[in-house]
């Protein structure tokens, strides 16, 4: 049960099974034109698979006259693995004790900003000190598309529905302007990740959740992050109401 066909700018035909159908005709997303980095925006940024194991690279053979170019290997990342070092630094790849580098795959996904970061910190309060240290993240929750088909694992119809209608405190489902309202989309809070608040690793979109969006989605983090809801709540209502209607039937 999804929206029909619709152009980038319009607003999709919510399935009345769904918490947005509740707000219209209000709009559930809005194109503010702000790109600002801020609850509730929608940003396309690359994130690992966290279903995947990662990799580890160990170096296995630099040149002392040559610290540009090393031999490398790749091996499953094991949390009791020793860190082994190569007898010369390599300039790309330097090494510090007690860490190893991981590799993962990544992709290009949209994401929702569900934390916008401190503010920044005065420069006298972090000179002769690493920005990494202090530079502000933001937290933001990956989408995946949840069709089936071609080299798309997607979702099953069935999960797909239940997470419509809010049963699973980690998942959320919704239909995204970027993607042209033409397919579910899935959000998943248990793999919010961190990213630099800024614009050359975040593609900030004009699209930013209404206040209704927000309000709702704040009572959908409290009830991930602090298992508390509301019955009196928008979400709580919803979820007694659709409790009822799937009684009924």
Known sequence: MTSGN????????????????GVEPDPWWMNDGKREFQVGRLVWVF?????????????????STEH???LVKYHPFNVKAAVKYDSFPV??????SGEFKCVYRCKKRPAMIVHAGGPEIPNELRRNKPRRQTD???LVAPFYGADEGGQRAGFSPAFVERVRRCEYKQFWWDIL????????SIMRLDQVQPVGRNHSVVDVTNYSLSDTGLLIMEQFLEWFCYERLGKNSELGY???????LEYLC
Request: glycine fraction near 2%.
């Open 136 to 138: 502000p993240c933001i």
């Open 91 to 96: 300039a790309p790849l330097p090494e510090y």
């Open 47 to 63: 994130l690992p698979h966290m279903d995947n194991d990662p990799y580890a690279i160990e170096t296995i053979r630099a040149k």
């Open 6 to 21: 619709q152009n980038q700018d319009s607003t999709p035909n919510y399935p009345d099974d769904s918490i947005q159908f």
């Open 68 to 70: 540009k170019e090393a």
């Open 177 to 184: 302007p970027e993607v042209g309202w033409k397919t579910d």
């Open 238 to 244: 919803f979820k007694q109401e659709v409790s009822q």
